[in-house]
């Protein structure tokens, strides 16, 4: 069996009156991509800062790397990279220097620091930037630089807070890819995210949080599996049609449906045999389609709101 590097039992903390994450359980185990999804003041952050040793749970049990965050900090934050959601670079210094200054907080020697640094450019695909000024970097090179930097002390577990947040699709699956070679390499990630192709992507198991608690807890295809249909079916009317259009809808007893401002959104096994039986109603949708069931339909389901709010 994978050994668990992280175990969390009825783990919580509160601050003042208000509880940001309420007695969760979880355990992580090493080479796996672990996910926290959820929306915004679901706890997620709480959580990672928790993890990263820098704030410490108000109860519960935590055990990190085998150790006590609270009593072993510092022997543990050595063993671990935090990529933080904002990048916080130096950037008066160059691509080079950013990991160069960054290894003597660990106490390595210039040498050992300087081998890496080649190393960890050219896993990022930087090299060519190395002796460049940050500023100037745009936000996926800057987004790859802070990663490389927190693989600069080889670290167990690798941390990471939204690590594609406003970057471009293009430099999104860039970082996708460094993320998905590092797992391959045997490193431990941690991730939060609100974007669930990024989840399904790159997750072995995940969690959704809501209100500091954990909601639901699985591999993605587990999660799409147990709470949602295998097939969404997404129609349009015009708008003065869709009120009426989703009464006769719910007539035709669909296993599950949605309604929003611009669709109707139907849940079933079989989008394309529900559809049969829309037409035969004698509706004519604006547009339709039949898609495979999401992770954004579990999230949707459990939650009951959009991810960013």
């Not at 919580?12 to 969760?24: C, L, P, Q, S, Y």
């Not at 072993?72 to 990529?83: M, Q, T, Y």
């Not at 699709?169 to 609100?194: C, E, M, N, S």
Request: hydrophobic share 40%.
């Amino acid at each position: 069996m994978p050994e668990v590097l992280v175990r969390a039992r009825g783990l919580t903390k509160r601050f003042g009156g208000f509880t940001a994450v309420d007695g969760i359980d979880f355990d992580l185990l090493a080479g796996e991509a672990f996910g926290f999804l959820g929306p915004n003041g679901a706890g997620k952050s709480s959580t990672m800062r928790m993890l990263g040793c820098v704030s410490p749970p108000t109860e519960g049990e935590l055990t990190i790397l085998g150790g006590d965050p609270v009593r072993d900090g510092a022997a543990i934050r050595a063993r671990l990279g935090v990529v933080p959601q904002e990048d916080t670079l130096d950037a008066e210094l160059t691509v080079r220097e950013n990991l160069l200054v960054y290894g003597r907080y660990f106490g390595l020697g210039r040498k050992l620091i300087a081998e890496r640094t080649d190393q960890l450019l050219d896993f990022v695909q930087l090299a060519e930037r190395a002796n460049d000024m940050v500023d100037p970097l745009s936000g996926g090179m800057k987004r790859r630089l802070t990663i490389a930097r927190s693989l600069i002390n080889e670290p167990e577990i690798l941390i990471l807070d939204e690590p594609t947040t406003g970057l471009d699709p293009q430099a999104r699956h860039v970082v996708w890819d460094r993320l998905f070679r590092l797992k391959q390499r045997g490193i431990t990630l941690i991730l939060t995210t609100h974007y669930m192709d990024e989840a399904e992507q790159l997750c072995d198991r995940l969690v959704v949080m809501d209100h500091g608690k954990i909601a639901a807890e699985g591999t993605p295809r587990e999660l799409i599996t147990r709470y949602a249909t295998p097939e969404v079916l997404e129609l349009r009317f015009a708008p003065d049609e869709q009120e009426a259009a989703a009464e006769k809808i719910q007539d035709l007893s669909p296993e599950r449906s949605e309604v929003t401002a611009d669709r109707i959104l139907i849940y079933e096994a079989d989008g394309d045999a529900f559809l049969e039986r829309v037409h035969a109603a004698g509706l004519q949708p604006i547009t339709e389609l039949v898609r495979r069931s999401s992770l954004e339909d579990v999230f949707l389901r459990l939650t009951g709101r959009t991810l960013v709010d």
